[in-house]
């Protein structure tokens, strides 16, 4: 039995100063003025802002690729998740190409042991066979609500556009969402192609070998096959400011459209990947991160809501793992940590200059994902909801560094960053964690 007092308590539709919020047997009981505490344990959240625990929806907990394994595990991942306000996770099974994806489901859980936060898993669709569309209803009765698919990745994992559509069919048929890493597999081929035989091979060329065009041309052609089967379609991870301009058209037309990006796109430029090979291998990520400009376009998108969420893509490597690459950018194992930092990032980065609302805030960081993923219970703090809960201190400045940070990572993307809030308190099932 907990109450939360004094703090001012948000929800995507309305923010409340000196409200509290009482919580009993790990849901949310009442929220309101003056609430009296019956024995209930009393946590101040006196000039705090108090949020709906985050959900992230996109991370990669021990994904194992190229011989080895992304270096956060369920357990320091979700640990890190925690610390940092972030309460529910919604992670990957990516079947190998053929493989059953129930066979897929029982291998990859397994593989979560001690996993602190809530977790779900969006399940790949990485090729298509006659049994594809039963075992996609088979998931769906597991409770997995949506499907990853990727354009890129196409040696190992990606499909093409008549796979993809058979996946939109089903998943308008079942009522499913298909979700998508938007970037031309083929032209990414080809241009890695082309600097490899120019001896273009450390980490500044990776970002040349994957511009943003072929991520808007990814996310067009898929629009344009959902809105032929009309269907919804879900963009994962967008580094692109011309991805919001194509959904903003197809939107336009009474297509279902939603958008994804992470804080590396909004917060970080291009210029990252101009120094040495380990500092600049830690960005070399699918996307990689944009020249100047996409990030201003892609805060406003933000704040006019064109933006739906805001996950992570969690998947850090550590400097040993990176330096597999260093001879050759191409294999460097893709992907960077964010997991922790995701929430006080937005927070001070946008709530505390006033881009986006905390209402905004609520819906990027748990309440559209929890509506979209059809999470129940989540994203809002309401009675009868989950009492999943994040108080943030604007007081109190955070510093992000490799050497504190709880993600299981030796480098950090946001390496100094000076942030100007704290997580104070964090609950979940309505417990301190
Ligand atoms: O570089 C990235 N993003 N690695 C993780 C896998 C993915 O594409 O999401
Ligand atoms: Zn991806
Ligand atoms: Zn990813």
């Keep these: 039995m907990l109450i939360i007092k004094n703090g001012t308590v948000v929800n995507v539709d309305q923010q409340i ?65 925690l610390s940092g306000g972030t309460t529910s996770l919604i ?51 597991k409770g997995i609500m949506s499907f990853k698919t990727f354009f890129a990745y196409l040696q190992t994992i990606g499909i093409g556009d008549r796979e993809f559509l058979k996946a939109l069919k089903a998943s308008k048929e079942l ?18 192609e082309l600097l490899k035989n120019e001896g273009k091979l450390s980490p500044r060329f990776h970002p040349l070998s994957r511009p943003s065009e072929v991520e808007d041309e990814a996310a ?9 089967v009309g269907c919804p379609l879900y963009i994962v991870h ?17 297509n279902k459209v939603f958008i994804e990006t992470c804080p590396q796109y909004l917060f970080l430029d291009d ?11 830690a960005f070399v990520m699918s996307p990689p991160i944009r020249p100047k400009g996409h990030q201003e376009k892609l805060i406003e998108a933000m704040g006019q809501g064109l933006i739906d969420t805001v996950g992570t893509d969690h998947c850090p490597f550590s400097a040993a793992q990176k330096k597999v690459g260093e001879n050759d950018f191409t294999i460097i194992p893709n992907g960077a940590g964010g997991i922790e930092h995701r929430l006080l990032l937005l927070h001070s980065e946008l709530v505390q200059t006033g881009k986006i609302t905390p209402k905004q805030f609520v819906a990027q960081t748990s309440y559209n994902t929890a509506q979209i993923f059809k999470w129940k219970g989540k994203g809002e703090l309401r009675p009868g909801f989950d009492a999943d809960i994040v108080v943030v201190d604007p007081q109190v400045k955070t510093i992000i560094t490799a050497q504190t940070q709880m993600q299981k990572n030796d480098q950090s993307i946001f390496e100094g960053k000076v942030l100007n809030a704290q997580v104070r308190t964090v609950i979940l099932n309505g417990e301190v964690v």
Aim: proline share 2%; hydrophobic share 35%.
């Design 17 to 81: 100063t000196n409200c509290d919020i009482k919580i009993e047997k790990g849901k949310i009981v009442e929220v309101g003025q003056n609430l009296k505490s019956q024995g209930h344990r009393e946590i101040d959240a006196t000039a705090c802002m108090v949020y709906p625990g985050g959900i992230d929806p996109h991370v990669h907990l021990h994904l194992e690729v190229s011989g080895t394994a992304s270096s956060d595990d369920f357990e320091t991942g979700s640990l890190a998740a």
């Design 91 to 141: 992670d990957f099974v990516t079947p190998n190409r053929g493989q059953s994806m129930l066979d897929a489901l029982f291998k990859r859980e397994k593989q979560v042991k001690n996993c602190r936060t809530s977790l779900r898993f969006h399940m790949g669709v990485t090729s298509w066979n006659d049994k594809s569309f039963d075992e996609m209803k088979a998931c769906m009765q």
């Design 175 to 192: 009522g499913a969402l298909i979700t998508l890493h938007a970037e031309n597999g083929e032209l990414v081929e080809y241009r890695r």
């Design 220 to 228: 067009a052609r898929a629009m344009l096959m959902a809105e032929a």
């Design 238 to 254: 967008t580094s692109s400011a011309g991805v919001i301009e194509v959904a903003q058209k197809f939107r336009a037309r009474g």
């Design 271 to 281: 210029s990252v990947y101009e120094q040495d090979f380990i500092e600049s291998a």
